[in-house]
Protein backbone atom coordinates (compact mmCIF):
# COMPACT_ATOMS: atom_id res chain seq x y z
CA UNK A 1 0.00 0.00 0.00
CA UNK A 2 1.48 3.42 -1.04
CA UNK A 3 -0.93 5.88 0.48
CA UNK A 4 -3.33 5.17 3.25
CA UNK A 5 -6.11 6.99 4.36
CA UNK A 6 -8.32 6.78 7.34
CA UNK A 7 -9.97 8.88 9.84
CA UNK A 8 -13.69 8.69 8.44
CA UNK A 9 -16.68 8.40 9.76
CA UNK A 10 -19.94 8.98 10.82
CA UNK A 11 -20.39 12.97 12.78
CA UNK A 12 -22.88 14.84 13.82
CA UNK A 13 -23.15 18.09 12.03
CA UNK A 14 -20.95 20.73 13.40
CA UNK A 15 -18.70 18.07 14.70
CA UNK A 16 -15.37 17.31 13.74
CA UNK A 17 -12.87 14.81 12.12
CA UNK A 18 -9.64 14.39 11.09
CA UNK A 19 -8.43 12.40 8.15
CA UNK A 20 -4.61 10.96 8.11
CA UNK A 21 -3.21 9.94 4.98
CA UNK A 22 0.14 7.94 5.40
CA UNK A 23 2.43 7.58 2.59
CA UNK A 24 5.23 5.21 2.03
CA UNK A 25 8.63 6.92 2.37
CA UNK A 26 9.52 6.44 -1.50
CA UNK A 27 6.16 8.65 -2.37
CA UNK A 28 6.99 11.11 0.38
CA UNK A 29 9.81 13.10 -2.07
CA UNK A 30 6.84 14.14 -3.69
CA UNK A 31 6.11 18.01 -4.03
CA UNK A 32 2.32 18.26 -2.86
CA UNK A 33 -0.42 16.40 -0.89
CA UNK A 34 -3.91 16.68 -1.03
CA UNK A 35 -7.38 15.65 -0.43
CA UNK A 36 -9.98 15.18 -2.72
CA UNK A 37 -13.84 14.28 -2.29
CA UNK A 38 -16.48 12.65 -4.01
CA UNK A 39 -20.38 12.54 -3.21
CA UNK A 40 -22.44 10.10 -4.19
CA UNK A 41 -23.51 11.15 -7.61
CA UNK A 42 -20.88 13.89 -8.19
CA UNK A 43 -17.63 14.29 -9.64
CA UNK A 44 -14.60 14.30 -7.19
CA UNK A 45 -13.74 17.89 -5.94
CA UNK A 46 -10.91 19.31 -4.45
CA UNK A 47 -10.52 19.98 -0.94
CA UNK A 48 -7.26 21.29 0.23
CA UNK A 49 -3.74 20.49 -0.50
CA UNK A 50 0.29 21.15 0.98
CA UNK A 51 2.84 21.64 -0.38
CA UNK A 52 5.65 20.47 1.75
CA UNK A 53 7.16 24.13 1.40
CA UNK A 54 4.29 24.89 3.71
CA UNK A 55 1.95 26.47 1.55
CA UNK A 56 -1.26 25.34 1.56
CA UNK A 57 -4.56 25.90 -0.44
CA UNK A 58 -8.26 25.43 0.24
CA UNK A 59 -11.13 24.93 -1.42
CA UNK A 60 -13.58 28.11 -0.96
CA UNK A 61 -16.54 25.63 0.30
CA UNK A 62 -13.69 24.84 3.05
CA UNK A 63 -11.76 27.58 3.72
CA UNK A 64 -11.67 28.09 7.41
CA UNK A 65 -13.22 25.11 8.68
CA UNK A 66 -10.25 22.89 7.26
CA UNK A 67 -6.58 22.69 8.09
CA UNK A 68 -4.18 20.86 6.32
CA UNK A 69 -1.30 19.63 7.54
CA UNK A 70 2.00 17.25 7.50
CA UNK A 71 4.53 15.28 9.12
CA UNK A 72 7.54 14.63 7.38
CA UNK A 73 9.12 12.02 10.33
CA UNK A 74 5.24 10.21 9.92
CA UNK A 75 5.20 10.61 5.76
CA UNK A 76 1.81 11.65 6.95
CA UNK A 77 -0.55 14.72 6.50
CA UNK A 78 -3.81 15.13 8.00
CA UNK A 79 -7.06 17.14 7.33
CA UNK A 80 -9.27 18.46 10.50
CA UNK A 81 -11.96 19.25 9.40
CA UNK A 82 -14.27 21.64 11.69
CA UNK A 83 -17.69 22.63 11.67
CA UNK A 84 -19.09 19.67 9.33
CA UNK A 85 -21.90 20.13 7.35
CA UNK A 86 -24.10 17.35 5.88
CA UNK A 87 -22.88 18.59 2.50
CA UNK A 88 -19.57 17.61 3.74
CA UNK A 89 -20.32 13.95 3.39
CA UNK A 90 -18.13 11.90 1.01
CA UNK A 91 -15.73 9.88 -0.08
CA UNK A 92 -12.43 11.25 0.95
CA UNK A 93 -9.55 10.66 -1.19
CA UNK A 94 -5.41 11.52 -0.24
CA UNK A 95 -3.47 12.15 -3.66
CA UNK A 96 0.95 12.85 -3.93
CA UNK A 97 2.35 14.37 -6.88
CA UNK A 98 4.17 17.05 -8.42
CA UNK A 99 1.54 19.48 -9.29
CA UNK A 100 2.38 22.88 -10.69
CA UNK A 101 0.60 26.17 -8.86
CA UNK A 102 -2.32 25.79 -11.89
CA UNK A 103 -2.64 22.29 -11.10
CA UNK A 104 -2.71 22.22 -7.27
CA UNK A 105 -6.18 22.20 -7.43
CA UNK A 106 -7.15 19.70 -10.22
CA UNK A 107 -7.13 15.81 -9.44
CA UNK A 108 -5.07 15.35 -12.72
CA UNK A 109 -2.16 16.98 -11.57
CA UNK A 110 -1.46 13.81 -8.69
CA UNK A 111 -0.36 10.87 -9.89
CA UNK A 112 -1.20 8.61 -6.73
CA UNK A 113 -4.41 8.29 -4.90
CA UNK A 114 -5.29 6.46 -1.44
CA UNK A 115 -8.18 4.14 -1.29
CA UNK A 116 -10.67 6.69 0.08
CA UNK A 117 -12.37 7.06 3.57
CA UNK A 118 -16.00 7.78 4.32
CA UNK A 119 -17.10 10.75 5.91
CA UNK A 120 -21.29 10.87 6.50
CA UNK A 121 -22.61 14.02 8.12
CA UNK A 122 -25.52 13.67 9.97
CA UNK A 123 -28.12 16.84 10.61
Known amino acids: VQLQASGGGLVQAGGSLRLSCAASARLISRSAMAWFRQAPGKEREFVAA???????YYADSNKGRSTISGDNAKNTVYLQMDSLKPEDTAVYYCAIGDPIISTIRRSNGYVYWGQGTEVTVSS
Open 50 to 56: LRWSSST
